[in-house]
């Protein structure tokens, strides 16, 4: 038992930082395609990775630790969301069930090495990036929690694993509107900590709008590189909890090889679809000004809010 | 009976040894010269603080003593009874957490107390205080639990005063202190008044015994959460608690804001749980309106406070708001009969009672030694301390990690276990619980967030980035007193956290709540709703993830290792000026705008034009103030109408000594009459 | 049709009633809200068919393409034309700040949740437990009509309070009272098709359709 969840952990983690960059690879293209250029190709993201690890780092005078330990938390938080999220199969390790306040408190400790990595640089930029990625942080938590309460209320439990189980053995509950709503609350979520328009424009260095970038705007070489593959994990892991909590067919249940199989496939593909649509859907929007952004984060707040009424008072 | 004849067991005995320790701490602070006044009054109070924590624990434990008497012998008419200290597991608790931050602050103030707060009144007002504050949750009857309650509040009144004659800001702190202090013991001294003559008797056991019922409990109620409310700094009796702890010295905020708002804490537990197990249904609903209400508001004055103390302040009372929100989820859920989930809740408040009193001393402790070493507490003031204060940058960052609730600290436990609490309500069979849990979640979720947000800023304005001022920049580390202290306090937020099972099994105790239970050696298994946390098996977890990451990290380091340029990039140039940086008021401004109507918050940007075009900018200020609602709208208006009050009082009593005399003839007359009749 | 069945399907056109009607609070886009105001009428059709068949009636039906006709094509049509004659396709009028009226939706819909219960009494067959539905429908419907100023978002709020009242009347009454819903409908049409009329006027006469403007009485 504990063997094969140890397994699972083992290839998560290696399926999660083999497809993060091809992920990348095609949602650029993807957009590039759409707008009528030709885009840098698939496997750009990681020669990208490659040059950028193989670079040495610079450091001004007066920088304390956080510069360097900043950017391998990063990576440890996407790592261990990849980790603990079930993305190949739903067997989990029996003292760290995937917890969903668990994941999403790692997931925040990633958020907070970025924020301060950006106030480390001492910069206006960084700051201003800090800042903002913060104020979105903080106003985005409600939708989370209150969608993950949404979903855990038929399951009876917070564990992610038996969460995507209960999802599988009844299909049904998949279209009630507790389920869609929370989903699309949880979508909202998802953009807005990995950054995807429209409350941040991952390609963009324009002063007024980054958010993101403006954090990272110091970091270089190495420490660039992990930061780099740090936020795309973050975008592979909860593009994949999307997944297979909307369409949480083809995970595994066991540690079998046919399973594992089937489950490895299942969530490469669904990954990779949901990320195309998502590129592909970027096209068609615009950047929300800042001060809107509360207004989206309200709207999803009030559908998760709504999706756990309903599912106390009628269904 | 005396004192020397009670039973000596490890309770009795280590209530009189708080007695004496605090006995000799005062002595030491009279008699011993001004240098090394410090040392020997700080160190019986360490000890008197050690000794709570051991004897809190052993009640805790469920070690009981036969109780220790104090006979009273005051020439009074009506017999009083002798004073009566037994505390019982809840006591305890709330004992040894008091003990415990008694011994960390007064460690910290050797090293840091200095002018008036060294001075024979400093240190003799710090060990009245200490020692009522310990003694307050052992008082087993109402008139032995004011009298401590008082001696807690008059001591603390004393030191906050200590800086009095040369900042103006503490006497209106201490003012606000007192009448807000004084306030809440009349509400106590009433409703304890009022559940004495139900009862028949002044102490508990007479009163949980009596099960009073009816619109007596719910009068006392209403008093006594007023009075309690008072003490623990909820919304809208706050304002004393962002004026006092940021003009207290730091090993005093530190002790207030985590030990002695709890106090006020313990009331309502002790009143909820054992005065008045039977309440009807409104009154949990009144907690968790006081308690989501004061978190809300709390953590967003926090988040935007330059302040580095009054952050922490407001940052208290939305943890207390916390608190109490538990409290009263928990009492919600035992009215409906989920007995299970109800446990888990009042665990949780117990939990976030143990975590906010661990981070919350590192806090004002890091706060302290940072004033100590740079004389600042403004935040836009203060920047890249971290290198110069590594000491203190390590503890404060640990546990700021602790009040923003990340793994794996004491406060991620904590609320962790409130979340899991809230979403295992049974909602479908009560509409009113069904209405209320919803809300509450996402009142709770958002201060999480926010409290995020604030500590963030707090940690990364103050510690990071470059100094903003020439005493930032001139910053050195604390001293070895106040370094220990502060480790210990982030041992303690670390530890915590890692070893929640055990923690949460002796808490259980308190609250008497079944279904909680230590698995894999340390973790957490709340058996009544079936789920787990084991921080250690998370952070090995993550060790196996973290220890090849640093291996390949060091690996490709040693091939192409860092470079030091003279300048970051800063946008093509060399950062010319640390007034370029993102200080803490605008780090929070997106934030102001967003709650720009419940922060009252007013911008003024002024700009000076050149005299020979309106073109040309000669300066710009920038002005942002944020007010606190409730103290515009509430308190002024009420003072006001005091003021009033008293100007017509004037006309009564103006000076003339042949008007006083007048009215001590009249007084005499109307006397004489009404005896004749 | 089992049991089950007709649950989840109860269930699945409620539920898009309501997501469309957040979505509507949500946005300011005035084709966006018309677009929304199609779904509610393919789910509120969707949940008359249910209905119906559940009660094995056989003109579940005619109704069913009815209201699928005058609420999801005729109407809406109608009011894309009204807004694409005056050129107005985004709401500027709103008198609260979106967030506040968002929040004050969730709000709604938690009181209409609420008052369900006790107006329902002890009745659990799957239809009258989505009743809450409808009278969250209703309840958003009047906030929009409070909150909004422009003249073609009112009538969406309108049409968004109707639907409601068309929800509840099925799912209370089980069977289907033809007549009675028909009539309404109708009703409803000509009300949109002259108001429809009247925004364009408005627009041609005053420069703008707010209707908060619109505060003398001409006799």
Redesign the interface.
């Known amino acids: 038992m504990t063997i094969d969840s140890v397994v699972v952990?083992v290839i998560q983690?290696v399926l999660a930082v083999a497809v993060t960059p091809v992920l990348i690879g095609v949602m650029r293209t993807t957009r590039a395609r759409l707008e009528g250029r030709v885009g840098g190709g698939i496997g750009q993201p990681w020669r990208d990775l490659r040059k950028l690890?193989?670079?040495?780092?610079?450091?001004?005078?007066?920088?304390?630790p956080?510069l360097?330990v900043a950017p391998?938390l990063l990576?440890?938080s996407s790592?261990?969301l990849c980790?603990l999220i079930p993305l190949a199969s739903t067997l989990a390790?029996?003292?760290?069930?995937g917890?969903l306040?668990?994941v999403v408190?790692?997931l925040?400790?990633g958020?907070?090495a970025l924020?301060?990595l950006?106030?480390?640089?001492?910069?206006?930029?960084?700051?201003?990036g800090?800042?903002?990625h913060?104020?979105i942080?903080?106003?985005?938590?409600?939708t989370?929690?209150?969608s993950?309460?949404a979903l855990?209320?038929p399951a009876?439990?917070?564990?992610l694993a038996a969460i995507v189980q209960t999802r599988r053995a009844e299909p049904a509950s998949l279209l009630n509107p507790v389920s869609l709503l929370a989903i699309v609350a949880l979508v909202v979520v998802v953009i807005a900590e990995t950054g995807r328009l429209p409350v941040d424009n991952p390609s963009t260095h324009l002063e007024l709008t980054m958010i993101h970038e403006a954090m990272i705007?110091?970091s270089g070489?190495?420490d660039l590189g992990?930061l780099e593959l740090g936020s795309w994990l973050r975008l592979t892991a909860l593009l994949g909890l999307v997944a297979n909590l909307a369409l949480p067919w083809g995970i595994g249940q066991d540690a079998s090889p046919l399973t594992l199989g089937v489950g490895i496939v299942a969530i490469t593909v669904k990954v990779l679809v949901l990320g195309s649509v998502l590129a592909a859907a970027e096209v068609f929007i615009a950047k929300l000004r800042?001060?809107r952004v509360?207004e989206l984060l309200a709207g999803s707040?009030v559908l998760a809010?709504l999706s756990?009424?309903a599912s106390?008072?009628v269904f | 009976m005396t004192v020397l004849e009670s039973a000596i067991n490890l309770v009795d005995a280590g209530l009189l040894a708080q007695l004496l320790l605090g006995a000799l701490a005062i002595l030491a602070a009279v008699v011993a010269p001004s240098r090394l006044r410090s040392l020997l009054a700080g160190a019986p109070i360490v000890c008197a603080g050690i000794a709570a924590a051991a004897t809190g624990t052993a009640a805790l434990l469920g070690g009981v003593g036969t109780g220790l008497r104090i006979p009273v012998a005051l020439p009074l008419t009506v017999p009083l009874e002798p004073l009566l200290l037994a505390p019982d597991q809840l006591g305890g608790l709330f004992m040894a957490l008091a003990g415990v931050v008694v011994a960390l602050a007064a460690l910290f103030g050797i090293g840091y107390a200095h002018g008036p707060a060294a001075s024979r009144t400093g240190w003799t007002a710090f060990a009245v205080f200490a020692v009522g504050m310990q003694l307050v949750p052992a008082a087993a009857d109402a008139v032995t639990f004011l009298l401590a309650w008082e001696l807690m509040a008059g001591g603390s009144t004393v030191l906050l005063l200590a800086d009095h004659a040369t900042r103006e800001p503490v006497r209106r702190a201490t003012i606000w202190y007192a009448v807000m202090t004084h306030l809440s013991f009349l509400f106590l001294l009433a409703g304890f008044g009022v559940l004495t003559a139900a009862a028949g008797g002044t102490s508990w056991a007479t009163m949980a015994a009596a099960s009073v019922a009816g619109p007596a409990a719910s009068l006392a109620f209403v008093l006594l959460i007023a009075g309690f409310a008072t003490k623990a700094g909820l919304v809208p009796v706050h304002v004393w608690l962002p004026q006092a702890h940021p003009e207290a010295p730091s090993h005093m905020s530190a002790a207030m804001s985590a030990a002695m708002v709890k106090m006020g804490v313990y009331g309502i537990l002790l009143l909820i749980l054992r005065l008045l197990p039977d309440g009807p249904r409104w009154w949990s609903i009144v907690l968790i309106a006081l308690g989501a209400g004061s978190a809300l508001y709390g953590i967003l004055q926090a988040?935007v406070q330059a302040d580095l103390k009054k952050l922490l302040a407001y940052s208290t009372t939305e943890n207390i708001g916390l608190i109490t929100t538990a409290i009263g989820v928990g009492l919600l859920l035992r009215d409906a009969g989920q007995n299970g989930v109800a446990d888990v809740a009042l665990v949780a408040a117990l939990l976030l009672a143990v975590s906010h009193a661990a981070f919350k001393s590192v806090l004002f402790l890091g706060a302290g030694s940072v004033l100590h070493a740079t004389g600042e507490r403004d935040l836009d003031l203060l920047?890249?301390l971290?290198?110069r204060m590594p000491w203190t940058s390590v503890t404060f960052g640990i546990g700021a990690l602790g009040a923003?609730?990340?793994?794996v600290t004491s406060g991620?436990v904590a609320e962790?276990a409130l979340?899991?609490s809230?979403?295992?309500v049974d909602?479908?069979a009560d509409?009113l619980i069904?209405?209320v849990?919803?809300?509450t979640?996402?009142v709770?979720?958002?201060t999480?967030?926010?409290g995020?947000?604030t500590f963030?800023?707090a940690?990364?304005?103050g510690?990071?980035?470059?100094p903003r001022t020439q005493a930032a920049a001139e910053a050195h580390e604390a001293g070895p007193a106040m370094r220990v202290a502060m480790v210990l306090g982030a041992v303690l937020v670390v530890g915590l956290g890692l070893v929640p099972g055990p923690l949460a099994q002796a808490l259980a105790g308190a609250v008497s709540a079944g279904g909680v239970s230590t698995?894999?050696g340390a973790?957490l298994l709340l058996s009544t709703v079936?789920?787990?946390?084991?921080p250690v098996?998370?952070t090995l977890?993550?060790l196996g993830?973290?220890i090849p990451?640093?291996a390949m990290?060091a690996v490709?380091?040693r091939?192409?290792?860092?470079?030091?340029?003279?300048?970051?990039?800063?946008?093509g140039g060399e950062?010319i000026s640390?007034r370029?940086?993102?200080?803490a008021t605008?780090?929070?401004?997106?934030?102001v705008?967003?709650f720009r109507s419940s922060l009252q918050a007013s911008q003024l940007v002024d700009v000076v034009r050149h005299d020979q075009s309106p073109l040309l900018v000669e300066q710009m200020t920038f002005t942002q103030a944020t007010g606190d609602v409730i103290e515009d709208r509430l308190y002024l208006p009420a003072t006001r109408w005091a003021g009033r009050l008293g100007d017509l009082a004037r006309t009564v009593q103006n000076g003339s000594i042949h008007r006083y005399v007048g009215f001590s003839f009249a007084a005499l007359v109307l006397v004489l009459v009404l005896v004749a009749l | 049709m089992s049991n089950d069945l007709y649950q989840q399907l109860i269930a699945t056109t409620t539920g898009l009633l309501l997501l469309a009607a957040v979505l509507q609070i949500w946005g300011r886009s005035i084709v966006r809200a018309i677009g929304l105001l199609v779904v509610q009428g393919i789910a509120l059709a969707g949940l008359v068919l249910t209905v119906g068949l559940h009660a094995g009636e056989g003109s579940a039906f005619l109704v069913a393409g009815l209201l699928l006709v005058v609420k999801a094509v005729v109407m809406p049509w109608a009011m894309l034309r009204s807004a694409r004659m005056i050129g107005v396709t985004r709401e500027h009028s709103a008198r609260v700040k979106p967030a506040v009226e968002l929040i004050g939706a969730a709000g709604l819909t938690?009181l209409a949740?609420?008052v369900s219960?006790p107006i329902l009494g002890n009745r659990t067959d799957p239809a009258s437990q989505a009743v809450p539905v409808g009278v969250s429908l209703v309840l958003l419907g009047f906030w929009q009509l409070l909150v909004r100023g422009s003249a073609i978002t009112q009538l969406v709020g309108f049409l968004m309070l109707d639907n409601g009242i068309a929800a509840i009347s099925f799912l209370t009454s089980g069977g289907l009272p033809l007549v009675v819903e028909l009539g309404a409908t109708l009703d409803v049409l000509l009300v949109v098709l002259i108001l429809g009329v009247l925004v364009v006027r408005l627009q041609a006469e005053q420069g703008h359709i707010d209707i908060s403007e619109l505060r003398e009485l001409h006799d």
């Open positions: 952990i983690l690890l193989a670079k040495e780092p610079t450091r001004a005078p007066g920088s304390t956080v360097t391998i990576m440890t790592l261990l980790a390790l029996a003292s760290i069930p917890d306040f668990v408190s790692v925040l400790l958020t907070v924020a301060l950006g106030l480390e640089s001492g910069t206006a930029f960084g700051g201003m800090s800042s903002r913060m104020v942080a903080a106003l985005v938590e409600p989370v929690l209150l993950i309460y855990s209320v009876g439990t917070s564990a705007l110091e070489g190495r992990w800042l001060f509360p707040f809010f756990v009424s106390y008072l | 988040s920047g890249g971290a290198a923003a609730a990340l793994p991620f962790w979340l899991q809230l979403i295992h909602a479908r509409r069904a209405i849990i919803p809300i979640m996402g709770v979720a958002l999480v967030g926010l995020l947000l963030v800023k940690y990364g304005i510690f990071l980035a470059r698995t894999g973790g079936d789920v787990v946390l084991n098996a998370l977890l993550t993830i973290l990451l640093v990290n490709l380091a091939r192409h290792p860092r470079r030091d340029v003279d300048l970051a990039w800063g946008c950062r640390p370029m940086e993102y200080n605008s780090y929070s401004e997106p934030l705008r967003v | 938690l949740y609420a219960g």
